[in-house]
């Protein structure tokens, strides 16, 4: 029974110390183990933090190369095709625009047609196959580039008119000038003023005049004739104004090509067929050198500013013979157009136009070129008289010297028309 008992405890005992032994190798083995894996990690950790320093010091500079060819494209071109190179006015609008289109970041091609409309319709092809980006056109012949235009406008080529509206084409996308029936209004009220047509009107007196209006093939002629129709019509209606010649329709006051010599021959027919024994008072014309001519027809009927019988006279343009004559008190007045404003604002429009925006429009009603209405830009203009004319010379338009040759200063005495012109008995 001892024996029994004693094999039994020492069983348990041997039972207990492996239970014992397998607990501590296993807690031992699991130590190991953390030991282990804590080491792995921690050097797992120091590994990735190297790579991580290594990786920000070797980063890569962000890549500009997009924006520097961005920077690297060619500018866009853009044609710019005027109607004559010997004409001052043109051939200063082409340094003009030229000078804004390079300071707007353009290149372009400036092209003269010298007053030929064929000449002027083959470069539009030759710059439509170099693929230009716009074209800016003053037309030598508004009615000669309809089929020349055709393919600019299939290949989606903006095409801008500058100064004298593209008749008859779907392709012109805008225009730029300057608003011919604000002229035409602003000569209107000159005469009302200067003539005191209301004074006039009251005391049943009236005054001779004539018109001199621009080319029948220009629709800008067109407008301006309205302008000045719109301020005088009621003074002819109640015969305040007299047209002796009866010529006072667009048809028959105006002036093919704004043809000077063609003006003088006109106003020698009407004097000689409508002002024998009658003074002529006021010639209403719608450009400078229209008056160039009717001074000399008037000159050899032998009626001269110093003669007393002297017509009020209008002019558009300030051309220096008209600022001359403003300055000397022999023409009344004329109107400034600045041509740099109209050269800038029509960069302005194509640039703003090749940005993808709409560029600004101040008239999308009147200027219809025969195929659609023409969204318009119009620039102000200046009515010049000789209260105000040094304007001019302080903008260096022109010097005091050519204004003024020889230094020879303005006469004193007043010889406005209203002074010098004789009124006519009342027609009725």
């Given at each position: 029974m001892k024996r029994k008992t004693a094999a039994i405890l020492l069983g348990m005992i041997v039972s207990a110390s492996l239970i014992i032994g397998c607990g501590s190798n296993e807690a031992t083995e699991a130590a190991s183990q953390?030991?282990?894996?804590?080491?792995?990690?921690?050097?797992?950790?120091?590994?990735?933090?190297?790579?991580?320093?290594?990786?920000?010091?070797t980063k890569?500079?962000?890549?500009?190369?997009?924006?520097?060819?961005?920077?690297?494209?060619?500018?866009?071109?853009?044609?710019?095709?005027l109607p004559d190179s010997d004409d001052e006015r043109w051939a200063a609008d082409g340094e003009n625009i030229q000078s804004e289109l390079e300071a707007a970041g353009y290149e372009s091609r400036l092209l003269y047609a010298d007053g030929d409309g064929e000449e002027q319709a083959s470069q539009v092809l030759e710059m439509t196959e170099e693929g230009v980006d716009a074209f800016l056109i003053s037309p030598a012949d508004a009615y000669a580039l309809s089929d020349a235009l055709v393919q600019a406008k299939e290949q989606?080529?903006?095409?801008?008119?500058?100064?004298?509206?593209?008749?008859?084409?779907?392709?012109?996308?805008?225009?730029?000038?300057?608003?011919?029936?604000?002229?035409?209004?602003?000569?209107?009220?000159?005469?009302?003023?200067?003539?005191?047509l209301e004074k006039a009107r009251e005391e049943a007196r009236s005054y001779n005049i004539e018109f001199?209006?621009?080319?029948?093939?220009?629709?800008?002629?067109?407008?301006?004739?309205?302008?000045?129709?719109?301020?005088?019509?009621?003074?002819?209606?109640?015969?305040?104004?007299v047209c002796q010649s009866e010529r006072t329709s667009f048809n028959d006051t105006s002036v093919m090509r704004f043809s000077e010599s063609e003006a003088e021959r006109n106003l020698s027919e009407i004097l000689e067929e409508a002002y024998q024994g009658k003074t002529l008072d006021i010639i209403c014309t719608s450009f400078d050198s229209a008056v160039t001519g009717v001074i000399d027809a008037l000159d050899q009927v032998g009626i001269s500013p110093e003669g007393g019988q002297w017509p009020m006279l209008t002019g558009v343009g300030c051309e220096l013979e008209a600022v001359q004559r403003i300055a000397a008190g022999s023409q009344a007045v004329s109107v400034y157009m600045d041509r740099e404003t109209l050269a800038k604002e029509a960069v302005n429009m194509v640039d703003t136009y090749l940005k993808g925006e709409d560029p600004?429009?101040?008239?999308?009603e009147q200027y219809d070129n025969g195929k659609k209405i023409i969204?318009?830009?119009t620039c102000e203009i200046q009515l010049i008289d000789r209260d105000n004319y040094e304007l001019?010379?302080?903008?260096?338009?022109?010097?005091?010297?050519?204004?003024?040759?020889?230094?020879?200063?303005?006469?004193?005495?007043?010889?406005?028309?209203?002074?010098?012109?004789?009124?006519?008995?009342?027609?009725?």
């Open positions: 953390g030991e282990q894996t804590g080491g792995e990690d921690e050097e797992q950790e120091k590994t990735q933090a190297a790579e991580k320093e290594e990786g920000e010091e890569p500079e962000e890549d500009t190369s997009t924006e520097e060819q961005e920077e690297e494209e060619e500018p866009k071109t853009v044609a710019v095709l989606d080529i903006p095409v801008f008119s500058y100064d004298e509206l593209i008749m008859d084409s779907d392709a012109v996308s805008y225009y730029v000038t300057f608003n011919s029936r604000e002229i035409g209004q602003a000569l209107g009220n000159a005469i009302v003023e200067r003539m005191e001199f209006m621009g080319s029948p093939d220009d629709l800008k002629s067109l407008f301006l004739y309205n302008g000045v129709m719109e301020v005088l019509q009621p003074y002819l209606d109640d015969g305040t104004l600004e429009v101040t008239d999308y969204g318009t830009y001019l010379i302080d903008k260096g338009y022109y010097t005091e010297e050519e204004v003024l040759p020889e230094g020879a200063a303005p006469r004193e005495e007043e010889t406005d028309a209203q002074v010098s012109a004789a009124p006519t008995p009342d027609p009725d």
